[in-house]
């Protein structure tokens, strides 16, 4: 019987801004967290990524690559962020290859969503458990799988 190779939680070649709070367990590797942001327990942020001023990460979130969060936003518990949409019908390991996604300031996402590769506009809102496939380019609350537009906000 062999032993198995163990990987522990870890923060390490993160780039901060003042009065940032990490709640452990955490995974927050080689991105960038501006001033005042929360992260919840059992969050993992991968490498190239950015979290905007004031914005608040739920608990057990997973923010991979490439994705830019911006000001004043609201993740919440269970968000799940993907940037690999198995195109060929398995992982890609070409991070070129790797959708990108944007979210502005002030951008609301309630818990279990997915958002998949996409720009979401300012102000907009995700309803918990939303699937958002496309890009948000209109403020407003959107739900559903795929999400859409219920209602807008002024």
């Given amino acids: 019987m062999t032993t198995p190779r163990i990987l522990k939680a870890q923060m390490k070649d993160i780039t901060c801004g003042e009065n940032v709070t990490i709640v452990e367990p955490a995974n927050i590797y080689g991105c960038e967290l501006k001033d005042d942001v929360f992260i919840g327990p059992f969050v993992e942020i991968q490498k190239n990524s950015v979290i905007g001023a004031r914005t608040k990460i739920q608990s057990h979130t997973f923010i ?20 690999d949409l198995f195109k060929n019908g398995r ?26 590769p996409v720009d979401i506009c300012d102000g907009a809102v995700i309803g918990a458990g939303s699937v958002v496939t496309k890009d948000i380019t209109e403020k407003g609350i959107y739900a559903g799988n795929p999400a859409r537009k219920l209602r807008d906000l002024p």
């Fill in 91 to 116: 992982p890609d390991p070409n991070p070129d290859n790797w959708g990108r996604t944007v979210i502005a300031d002030n951008v609301i996402i309630g818990s279990n969503a997915t958002v998949l």
């Fill in 64 to 83: 991979c690559e490439y994705v830019t969060i911006g000001n004043d936003c609201f993740v919440g518990h269970g968000v799940m962020f993907a940037n």
